[in-house]
């Protein structure tokens, strides 16, 4: 079955150039003018991806994706000409899946959608996947995903954040996270442990703020919640 996108953008040359690249590649397209006509689309019918740009008239590119996110979880890639951090912070927050800067190809938009429906393909057929909010991983093939992304980790830090998110909401000493990822026969020392945390929060961008510490005993995952 052909993937349904739909593209929120108010840009009339934009909208229908990635409409034309997207139907040689066989998806489906809608197309929305604007952020309540998106919002409106987007809410009466099923998408596989939602294309949405940022700054549009009516509403913005944030806010429809916050009225979106409280009925559905569809997989939303902002198109931005912002480069703030804070604003790529925001998009993830309140549910972004992945954006992509202005200007860009839509070649590379192309690879880069074909990228995505191939890995949730191969999530379907992976039983280990697990999703904690923005991050997904997988047990069987050891990859991390932060939205869309995946995420260069190590196999200590793949395995430091699989204990984490599979302990959510519960404390966990650096004794036992020692005993579990380093082994008993571990001969190092603790701040071994603030280390790797630290190196792993820098991986995970805005999810870093799931690995909270607990002072004077050790680290809890708990996916925070945005309104």
Not at 71 to 86: G, N, P, Q, S
Not at 140 to 165: H, N, P, T, Y
């Amino acid at each position: 079955m052909k993937k349904q996108i739909l593209i929120v953008e108010d840009e009339e040359r934009l909208r229908k150039l990635l409409r034309d690249y997207l139907v040689k590649e066989e998806y489906t397209v809608d197309l929305a003018a604007h952020g309540e006509e998106g919002l409106a689309m987007a809410l009466a019918k099923e998408y596989d991806l939602i294309l949405l740009d940022v700054m549009m008239p009516f509403m913005d590119g944030f806010e429809v994706l916050k009225r979106l996110r409280k009925e559905k979880d569809t997989r939303v890639f902002f198109l931005t000409a912002k480069t703030m951090d804070e604003d790529f912070l925001t998009a993830y927050a309140i549910g972004a899946d992945d954006y992509i800067t202005k200007p860009f190809s839509p070649k590379i938009l192309v690879l880069k959608l074909r990228a995505l429906f191939q890995r949730l393909e191969q999530h379907a057929r992976d039983p280990q996947v697990q999703t904690f909010g923005q991050i997904s991983l997988s047990s069987l093939s050891q990859r991390v995903f932060l939205g869309e992304e995946e995420l260069s980790l190590s196999k200590k830090e793949f395995e430091l954040l699989e204990l984490l998110a599979t302990h959510e909401d519960i404390v966990l000493s650096r004794e036992t996270i020692i005993e579990k990822v380093w082994g008993y026969d571990y001969e190092g020392d603790l701040r071994t442990i603030d280390t790797s945390i630290k190196r792993l929060r820098e991986k995970l961008g805005p999810a870093a703020e799931y690995i909270e510490t607990v002072r004077g005993f050790g680290y809890r995952f708990k996916v925070k919640d945005h309104d």
